[in-house]
């Protein structure tokens, strides 16, 4: 049994007057615990449609996902965004008007956890990701590449056991996201956390131990 | 729960000249309101407290003329009324007022106007050239407190109010015994509708006793008030001239339970004004309750209109925090939890403008608190020292509606904001 089962996987559109866009039209795969995946395809080959669907965001597919075997329909949704995935997106999606300490945090605002630790997690995420001298500061005195380390931290901070990586490096420079692709390679290492990238660049995705490719909705 | 109230207090920070202007419309509102359960109920109880001492349910103001007003009619002016003929308040309808089953008692109420009055040793006369007559002595209800030597009035006695003591810059005590001379002057001759003819004359009385009266500042018995407008009107009796101007006023006491009756036979059947102190205290309470009805209106308005203002701009948050209402909830955030998050800012706003009109009130009662109790004091309410009184527990209350009202406000907006889809949430632009 693979670590994730996705099985038939299908999301539709309706888009009004009876038309109907198929975004995923089937899609099958397996990945292996631990393993650092790449989703490659084109624009409206489907990638975000399959990265909102297994980051808990849309749950108005057809088909199977089963992490361990159990079904992820079976899960809270809340829980599931805050335990089982973290999603890092390509924009960073930072809270403009909290620090980088409060942005990595801000997913503890909606649990009851507290204390020494999540202090001593937000410890070494921030050493992991080379911000120690930056947490206080606000995510507009950040460069791209910081931001964007401030989001995977945030998305690491309650130890999911997957991490959803939207084009991470999409708006970063080629160094930049080299570098990043280095901290996901890192935290893959060290946190044996699953990784699923998504990104429409091969050159990139040679960086992973598997590619899937999508093509029209479909895993080619 | 702390968690989230410090991340919306947050969210409401970051908009902070938004939160202060939304934050006026509950401000005003408060402020209305505060004004109501600081100062009307006082008003009223000071207004109800003042006028049942002085009157008596049992009692009735009679007089030949529709006088009697107080600051304007006291009932609706009617046809009937109208065709209603002035009559003179004669000796014969006094003995007729007196033998109406359930009668008393009828004291008359006579006004000398016209006479400058000094007091021994002062030569400036007192502001009011009125002195007022009756017979009822010094310990009647009629005045609020008595001070002095006689309770009775004999001729050439009179008592002084607390305005006159005031005015002299004396003490209660030591104006006991002085003089007082009252001098006719020409200028008065215009304010005394009762004399034929205006000859300067001078009276002397002496000060037996000082009161506490809502309206007049000296009073003698009623055989010299008689005697002075007699001697100043030219006429050749007392009852001359009660025959041709009349009595003031009369003042009828009645036993319980009767008073109805009489009040309607002297209306009806003599064709008097008469006035009861229910009359009176029904006014007081009308005029309050439309005072706090005005009040009332308007705070609920402004805090209808601060609601649509809260409504208002909590979408326009929503709006603003589309993409951050998509990221929380991304991360984990739950429907519940984003209502709350929203909640917590209306009600936040709500407070704030609660707190400010609060605050803002209490300023304002604290400025103008002894210009009010100046001015009462000025229409004879000397026992108010402090007209607004400012209530912790009241003050929580208005502090609570506040944030209720924001909650309200606040609740089709964070429903709006709690059903947003996470993934066009993260696409908003």
Known sequence: ?220 | MVKMFKYALNLVLRRKLRTVLTSLGIMIAVMLMSFILFGMTDLKSALLSELTTRFKPQELYVSGQDSMSFGGMVNAPTKEGKVKEERILTNELREEIEGIDGVISVEPLLFVNGLELFLEGDDIPYPSKVVAASDLPGTHHMYKEFYGKKEILESNDIFVSKFVVSFFETTDEDILGKKILAKSSSSGMFLSSSSKSMIDKEYEFTVVGVVDTANDAFWINNDTALDILVDLGGYSSPEEYISNIGYFQLYVDTKDGKTKEIERYIDEDLGLFVISSETILGFVDTLTAGLTLSLILFGSISALVASIGIINTMIMSIYEQTKEIGIIKAIGASNLQVLIIFLIQSALIGLFGGILGLSITFLIMKVLDPFVVETLAQQGFLDISQFFHFQLGNALIIALSSILVGILAGIYPSMKAAKLDPVKALRYE
């Open chain 1, 1 to 220: 049994m693979a670590y994730i089962e996705v099985r038939n996987l299908k999301r539709v559109y309706e888009m009004g007057k009876g038309l109907q866009v198929g975004a995923l039209q089937g899609v099958n795969f397996n990945i292996e615990e631990g393993n650092f995946i790449s989703v490659v395809g084109t624009s409206g080959s489907g990638k975000s449609t399959l990265l909102n669907i297994l980051g808990g965001l849309d749950w108005g597919y057809t088909g199977d996902i089963l992490i361990e075997g159990k079904d992820i329909k079976e899960y809270d949704p809340n829980y599931y965004r805050r335990y089982i995935v973290g999603t890092v997106f390509q924009q960073f999606y930072l809270i403009p008007s909290l620090s980088v300490e409060e942005n990595i945090l801000l997913p503890i605002k909606f649990q009851k956890r507290k204390g020494k630790e999540i202090s001593e997690r937000l410890d070494y995420l921030i050493d992991m990701v080379g911000l120690n001298d930056r947490r206080k500061h606000l995510p507009k005195e950040l460069s791209g590449g910081q931001a964007q380390r401030v989001a995977i931290a945030r998305a690491m901070i309650d130890s999911p056991r997957i991490i959803l990586a939207d084009e991470p490096t999409g708006n970063l420079d080629s160094k930049t996201g080299m570098a990043i692709l280095k901290l996901l390679e890192e935290l893959n290492r060290v946190e044996k956390v699953t990784i699923l990238l998504v990104t429409h660049d091969k050159e990139i995705a040679k960086f992973t131990e598997e590619v899937i490719t999508l093509v029209d909705g479909k895993n080619v």
